[in-house]
């Protein structure tokens, strides 16, 4: 018993196989040895979870032919070096983004989010900038004929953010929305944001 607790901290397998190596016991199995470690609450300095850092044990150890990745139902779906994906979209393509309704372009310039090669942008701001320059903070672009897939610059205008709410519409601000006004009232709409947004900041800015 004094062998077994002094050496209880072997890996299981090489304990049992000590084990029959010093008393022959082969009665005994490694299941034995592993309920008396048990049993006898003798720990074994694992705790059987994987410490930060450490490699698993197959690390680098290749798929037995015909097993894991290397079946060949697994090897029909794999993809092989210099595939391009079915849903890679290049330089150039445009949609229209089903949330928002904004038409999306792919840029062949490099993602600063992402590093990717391509980089999408919204292609309204796109072609706004490159005739105005960047839109400044706290402002954005507002499309003219209420049409989002109008893309022209001429359809598109700067206002601060603040102006956004109050063309929504709606009970609250007692004015009609601007996107669904008839285009002869947009213009008029659109003053009157930008009115009322003007008065807000004029009395923020007394009252700070």
Not at 46 to 54: L, S
Not at 60 to 89: D, L, W
């Amino acid at each position: 018993m004094a062998w077994l607790e002094e050496n209880r901290m072997m890996v299981i397998s090489d304990y049992h196989s000590a084990f029959l190596m010093r008393f022959g016991r082969d009665e005994i199995s490694a299941l034995n040895l592993h309920g008396l470690r048990k049993r006898m609450g003798w720990k074994t300095g694992r705790t059987g979870c994987f410490e930060k850092g450490q490699a698993p044990m197959n690390k680098g150890v290749p798929c037995a032919p015909g097993k894991g990745g290397r079946h060949p139902n697994a090897r029909k779906t794999q993809f092989k070096k210099g595939n391009i994906s079915h849903t890679y979209r290049g330089p150039g393509h445009e949609r229209v983004d089903s949330k928002d309704g904004y038409v999306v372009m792919i840029l062949d310039e490099v993602n600063p989010w992402t590093g990717g090669i391509t980089r999408p942008v919204h292609k309204h701001v796109y072609l706004w900038e490159q005739i105005n320059g960047p839109v400044p903070d706290g402002h954005c672009l507002k499309c003219v004929d209420g049409n989002k897939t109008n893309t022209d610059p001429s359809n598109w205008t700067l206002i601060p953010r603040g102006v956004l709410p109050r063309l929504n519409g709606g009970r609250a601000t007692r004015v009609m929305a601007y996107d669904s006004a008839p285009a002869e009232l947009k213009p008029a709409v659109l003053a009157i944001a930008r009115i009322d947004h003007a008065i807000h900041e004029k009395r923020k800015s007394a009252t700070a």
